[in-house]
Structure formats: C-alpha cells, structure tokens
Nanobody
Framework: QVWLVESGGGLVQPGGSLRLSCAAS????????LAWFRQAPGRQREVVAT???????FYSPTVKGRFTISRDNTKTTLYLQMDSLKAEDTATYYC????????WGQGTQVTVSS
C-alpha cells in the first residue's frame, strides 16, 4: 500500500497559477503510471492528466494546454503545474495510480475565484 499526500492548493484568481505536489510513501510509486484526478462538489471524480513511467502524458480536453503533469522518480513525487486557471477548475485534486488502486489521500483544495 502506498500512502499519498497532496499539497499546493489554495485560493487563486482566474488566470492565476498553482503548482500541486504529491508525495508518495514508498519508492515503488515510481513503478506505476500516475494520474491527477479532481472532484468538484456534486460531481464524480474525473481524470485530469496522466503520465507513464517513461513520461508519456495525457490530458483531459478541459485542461490541455493549461496544465502540465510531471514526475520526479528520484523523489517519488508527482507534480501538476496549473496555469490560466478558470472558475471551473475549482475542485479537490487527488493523485493516484492511473488505476486509482492505492488508498486515496486527503486531496488538496483548489479554489479559483475573484
């Protein structure tokens, strides 16, 4: 079991930026394809971006061109750089394997509002 801790969220104005981080408790985390998910109130959790072990990435159409996912396998850390934020990006953001098969962390709240 890998424990995941997300951080970096906060309140930001539309058009602003945030960088999220996800720290994993075990080095085996680097062996998995990873993903950022988000869940807004009243909505289902959705995939935002994924990254393979080799660094191949996928983005949801709603964030493509604005968000950048990256990983540092030496630190077992996953990142999400979020630029040009919109109100509709407001959600709690989570990291996990692409399959979502590790215990979910607390997430980090991102609120985009003026």
């Amino acid at each position: 079991q890998v424990w995941l801790v997300e951080s970096g969220g906060g309140l930001v104005q539309p058009g602003g930026s945030l960088r999220l981080s996800c720290a994993a408790s075990r080095s085996s985390f680097r062996d998995y394809p990873l993903a950022w998910f988000r869940q807004a109130p009243g909505r289902q959790r959705e995939v935002v971006a994924t990254i393979s072990r080799a660094g191949y990435v996928f983005y949801s159409p709603t964030v493509k061109g604005r968000f950048t996912i990256s990983r540092d396998n030496t630190k077992t850390t996953l990142y999400l750089q979020m630029d040009s934020l919109k109100a509709e990006d407001t959600a709690t953001y989570y990291c996990n394997t692409v399959q979502g098969d590790q215990a979910w962390g607390q997430g980090t709240q991102v609120t985009v509002s003026s």
